[in-house]
């Protein structure tokens, strides 16, 4: 796509890798789609930018075009998330998202939606309480605006519509079958009513009503491993963040019992 | 690529894997070695094999030296009470460049990325703990980045440092010298207002 030698846009940090002497490269994604930029000298101390454009943080940047890579010119850092900062187990939440939505949105493409959600999924696991809650909508979310969101509400395999029963859900159909098709289908795995419902409640609400939910700890437990089944089959591979989010729950239950680890 | 001997092919593919080297630049570095002579490309040559043959890994701090255990680790003059820890080699050279430091260093080799699969277990970290284990060490001074996943590292090294009952500090945060206040963003300055002092 075509664009100005300059342009103003905002932008969340997805990625960043050290280039040259102070130089860095961030992967930035704008409600105009993934970009790839260089911010010279942003490692030195006395960089103007360095503050502004860190990991995870959603800011106004002027990019101008260069002959390989755009070139951030200025920045202003519009929320630094600092609730990331200081807490481990928030920042893992962040980097699962920016991992999912660097896999799931090509390079340019247009999404403004996709900028949106990531930005909300960046605000709630820098304050919110429930971490688990925002990273299943979260997932869901993306999984819907990329087109392969899990079916709950009709049988995947004979459009029967679901009732509240002994559904079971297929990852590789991505969705619920009735208890008729259920059986029928090898590796169709079987899901709680609880976790049933609220999975079609995430679907089907929105921020302020999902915010009020109050979720066992055997449901989450069983959606997140539901979700994760069925976005590893659709990535064709297992996310890096959600290894570590595993590995590093082990050793934070000590002290962080029931936030989401 | 017809007109271009192997040899050339070769050395621009491997330059341009380095970090922060395109093919571009890479295909100028080697017009240059050609143009330099034998000579400049042989010296280059060996600089580049004794980088492995002529180093090692300090088994103390994990510092890349030339004998093991290191030039710091081994000097009795320096404090062994005190570790600063920092994510690269080129971090404790430049903290000796103050010549402020008296202590030892741990070499981490990175720091924590959930993104990059890099955990406490690719990190050099059990090694220090076994160093705290002996006994002998009053403070660890984190000196990581002061980015997200530095700060994340530091995070991590503190919690799993405290109940040793060794003091922990993290490198003073605030407004780097020769900066002009205007272009602070709101965290730098809301730590330089924390840490401010009497003078
Ligand atoms: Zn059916
Ligand atoms: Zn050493």
Redesign the interface.
């Known amino acids: 796509m075509p664009r100005p030698r300059v342009y103003r846009t905002e932008a969340v940090v997805l990625?960043q890798q050290?280039?040259?002497?102070a130089?860095r490269i961030l992967t930035l994604l704008t409600p105009g789609g993934k970009r790839t930029v260089l911010a010279r000298g942003i490692r030195r101390?006395?960089s103007?930018r360095a503050?502004?454009l860190?990991?995870?943080h959603r800011a106004e940047v002027m990019l101008a075009q260069g002959r390989?890579l755009d070139i951030v010119t200025q920045a202003e850092?519009l929320d630094?998330h600092?609730g990331?900062?200081?807490?481990?187990l928030r920042?893992?939440y962040a980097?699962?998202a920016?991992?999912l939505v660097d896999l799931f949105l090509p390079e340019e493409e247009e999404n403004p939606a996709v900028y949106d959600l990531l930005t909300l999924a960046l605000e709630a696991f820098a304050s919110e309480d429930d971490l688990r809650l925002w990273a299943r909508y979260f997932e869901l979310s993306l999984l819907q605006l990329a087109g392969f969101h899990p079916e709950f509400f009709q049988c995947v395999n004979c459009g029967a519509t679901i009732e509240p029963g002994p559904n079971r859900f297929d990852v590789t159909q991505g969705g619920l079958l009735c208890p008729r098709c259920g059986p029928e289908v090898a590796g169709a795995r079987t899901v709680s009513l609880g976790t049933q419902k609220v999975l079609r409640y995430l679907a089907s609400h929105d921020r302020e009503a999902i915010a009020q939910l109050g979720i066992r700890d055997a449901t989450h437990r069983e959606m997140e491993e539901l979700l994760h089944a069925f976005l590893q089959y659709t990535l064709e591979r297992e996310l890096?963040?959600t290894?570590?989010?595993r590995?590093?729950r082990s050793?934070l239950s000590m002290?962080e019992k029931g936030r989401g680890a | 690529m017809t007109a271009m001997p192997k040899a050339v092919g070769r050395l621009i593919d491997g330059l341009s894997r380095l970090p922060g080297i395109g093919p571009k630049t890479a295909s100028r570095l080697t017009y240059y070695l050609l143009r330099a002579g034998q000579g400049e490309a042989e010296a280059l040559a060996e600089a580049m094999l004794s980088l492995h043959q002529e180093t090692v890994l300090c088994s103390v701090c994990c510092n890349i030296s030339e004998a093991d255990p290191c030039a710091v680790c081994g000097d009795q003059q320096r404090s062994q009470e005190t570790i600063c820890v920092v994510e690269e080699p080129l971090d404790v050279v430049a903290i000796e460049n103050t010549g402020s430091y008296k202590g030892v260093y741990h070499v981490l080799h990175g720091h924590i990325s959930p993104m990059e699969r890099i955990g406490p277990d690719e990190l050099r970290i059990q090694q220090l703990v076994k160093r705290l284990e002996r006994g002998s060490v009053t403070e660890v001074i984190v000196a990581t980045n002061p980015t997200l996943e530095g700060d994340a590292t530091a995070i991590y090294l503190a919690r799993l440092v405290q109940p040793l009952g060794i003091r922990v500090t993290r490198l003073a945060l605030g407004l780097p010298r020769g900066g002009d206040l205007e272009y602070a963003d709101r965290m730098t300055l809301a730590e330089a207002i924390a840490g401010r002092r009497q003078i």
């Open positions: 990625r050290d280039y040259g002497e130089d101390p006395t103007r503050g502004h860190g990991l995870f390989q850092s630094a600092e990331l900062w200081h807490d481990l920042f893992t980097s699962y920016a991992e890096k963040s290894a570590f989010l590995r590093l050793e002290y």
